[in-house]
T-cell receptor
């Protein structure tokens, strides 16, 4: 079955430290992959997406993600965390139809 | 923000009452979706629409129905609300207007959400 898995429901990093949020997919064919961010009491905002054009994808707010087919991964990174990055992050995959399959989300906390 | 609004934004209702949530879009997108968000589950698809009067079920469709009588509106109805339907509901859209071959459904854009509490 096609699925998206996010490792770690909660991640805490110090301000200025590297942010790494993990996402893996399960599928025989690589999907289109997305990262969304959700700030408290708001909807989901698209951070970046992979649609096979380039394996390293840059998004908004200094985030980027690298698609690795051999590892079936699409981890999200940011070199230096900022307090404003505190939010919940969702990885999602489009497995060739009109629908998205979401991971269960990772709540990112930034420690001052 | 892709011109998506949801109404109401908050609602408290009692078990057994009918509830209708509305999603409205202003940019003529073909596809519309309803999700529910619950802790530990991420977002789960309830129903989606691929055109006026064309809808299909998602993974958690039991207890929900939808209707789309015009392009801009997608309604989600809980015929008889239960406490298990307490959740935050999000609408999303995808697909561009114009020529069919230019339509892309890979990226979805989300509304602000409706927080529903069933007592």
């Amino acid at each position: 079955a096609q699925s998206v898995t996010q490792l770690g429901s909660h991640v805490s990093v110090s301000e200025g430290a590297l942010v790494l949020l993990r996402c893996n997919y399960s599928s025989s064919v690589p999907p289109y992959l997305f990262w969304y961010v959700q700030y408290p009491n708001q909807g989901l905002q698209l951070l970046l997406k992979y649609t096979s054009a380039a394996t390293l994808v840059k998004g908004i707010n200094g985030f980027e993600a690298e698609f690795k087919k051999s590892e079936t991964s699409f981890h999200l990174t940011k070199p230096s965390a900022h307090m404003s990055d505190a939010a919940e992050y969702f990885c999602a995959g489009n497995f060739g139809n009109e629908k998205l399959t979401f991971g269960t989300g990772t709540r990112l906390t930034i420690i001052p | 923000d892709a011109g998506i609004t949801q109404s109401p934004r908050h609602k408290v209702t009692e078990t057994g009452t009918p509830v209708t949530l509305r999603c409205h879009q202003t940019e003529n997108h073909r596809y519309m979706y309803w999700y529910r968000q619950d802790p530990g589950h991420g977002l789960r698809l309830i129903h989606y629409s691929y055109g006026v009067k064309d809808t299909d079920k998602g993974e958690v469709s039991d207890g929900y129905s939808v209707s789309r009588s015009k392009t801009e509106d997608f309604l989600l109805t809980l015929e008889s609300a239960t406490s298990s339907q307490t959740s935050v509901y999000f609408c999303a859209i995808s697909g561009t207007t114009g020529l069919a071959e230019l339509e892309s459904t890979d990226t979805q854009y989300f509304g602000p959400g409706t927080r529903l509490t069933v007592l």
